[in-house]
């Protein structure tokens, strides 16, 4: 009876165990959740205020959060610990992308013999929005580029037309036929296709949404200016 009674409650505590730890994690993936829907709520309000914005491309309707792993980057800790400093119009959408950061699937788009260690530790992004991003779509994408201060970020194109708006931070941005210029805060810089740019960021880093449209399928490539 003892024995059958110390048996019973062991399962009953191996039970309640595993109740538990499904409730935690049925909880952490909800926030997570709701931390991106979140992120899609405040950038499709963005997108309805800014007219740059919405006459580059439509945002697209009825996203659905996709199932993708998250993988961090050198610059992951760096974005979710940068809460101070922000020189920012938009500190809510800041904030938002920064809970995000630790929760997205981060990349980098180049190999480290093409642009060193130390670029690609100062650099990362990942697609929020587009055909492989979180948020399926094929009408557009939106990917979020952090890049750390005092970095160059070389000569490069790529296909797609692509627009840059700037969440937090400042750089100055050089595109090819087109003046130099130090974008911060809601400031757009707007590249055609195959229009070489490079960036380069001194005291402050950089948080920018980058659009893309037309043309997914052909990656960023560095060149020579």
Same mark, same amino acid.
């Given at each position: 009876?003892?024995?059958?009674?110390?048996?019973?409650?062991?399962?009953?505590?191996?039970?309640?165990?595993?109740?538990?730890?499904?409730?935690?994690?049925?909880?952490?993936?909800?926030?997570?959740?709701?931390?991106?829907?979140?992120?899609?709520?405040?950038?499709?309000?963005?997108?309805?205020?800014?007219?740059?914005?919405?006459?580059?491309?439509?945002?697209?309707?009825?996203?659905?959060?996709?199932?993708?792993?998250?993988?961090?980057?050198?610059?992951? %800790?760096?974005?979710?610990?940068?809460?101070?400093?922000?020189?920012?119009?938009?500190? !809510?959408?800041?904030?938002?992308?920064?809970?995000?950061?630790?929760?997205?699937?981060? =990349?980098?788009? $180049?190999? !480290?013999?093409?642009?060193?260690? %130390?670029?690609?530790?100062?650099?990362?992004?990942?697609?929020?929005?587009?055909?492989?991003?979180?948020?399926?779509?094929?009408?557009?994408?939106? $990917?979020?580029?952090?890049? %750390?201060?005092?970095? $160059? $970020?070389?000569?490069?194109?790529? =296909?797609?037309? !692509?627009?840059?708006?700037?969440?937090?931070?400042?750089?100055?941005? !050089?595109?090819? %036929?087109?003046?130099?210029?130090?974008?911060?805060?809601?400031?757009?810089?707007?590249?055609?296709?195959?229009?070489?740019?490079?960036?380069?960021?001194?005291?402050?880093?950089?948080?920018?949404?980058?659009?893309?449209?037309?043309?997914? =399928?052909?990656?960023?490539?560095?060149?020579?200016?």
């Amino acid at each position: 009876m003892g024995a059958k009674w110390i048996t019973n409650s062991w399962r009953m505590l191996w039970c309640g165990s595993k109740s538990y730890k499904a409730i935690v994690v049925t909880k952490i993936m909800n926030n997570t959740k709701n931390i991106f829907n979140k992120a899609i709520v405040e950038i499709q309000k963005l997108w309805a205020d800014n007219k740059e914005l919405s006459n580059f491309v439509n945002f697209p309707n009825n996203l659905i959060l996709n199932s993708l792993r998250s993988q961090k980057a050198p610059v992951t %800790d760096k974005l979710y610990n940068w809460n101070q400093n922000l020189n920012t119009n938009l500190e !809510e959408l800041h904030t938002t992308i920064r809970n995000l950061s630790p929760h997205v699937n981060w =990349e980098h788009g $180049y190999n !480290e013999k093409v642009v060193g260690k %130390d670029f690609l530790n100062k650099y990362g992004f990942f697609e929020l929005i587009g055909p492989s991003g979180h948020f399926k779509t094929k009408e557009m994408a939106l $990917y979020v580029n952090f890049l %750390d201060k005092n970095t $160059y $970020y070389p000569w490069h194109n790529h =296909e797609a037309e !692509e627009l840059y708006f700037i969440v937090s931070g400042e750089a100055k941005f !050089e595109s090819k %036929d087109q003046d130099a210029e130090i974008l911060s805060s809601t400031k757009t810089r707007l590249h055609k296709s195959y229009q070489p740019h490079a960036i380069t960021t001194s005291n402050q880093q950089i948080l920018s949404f980058v659009i893309w449209k037309n043309k997914f =399928e052909n990656v960023s490539k560095m060149i020579n200016q």
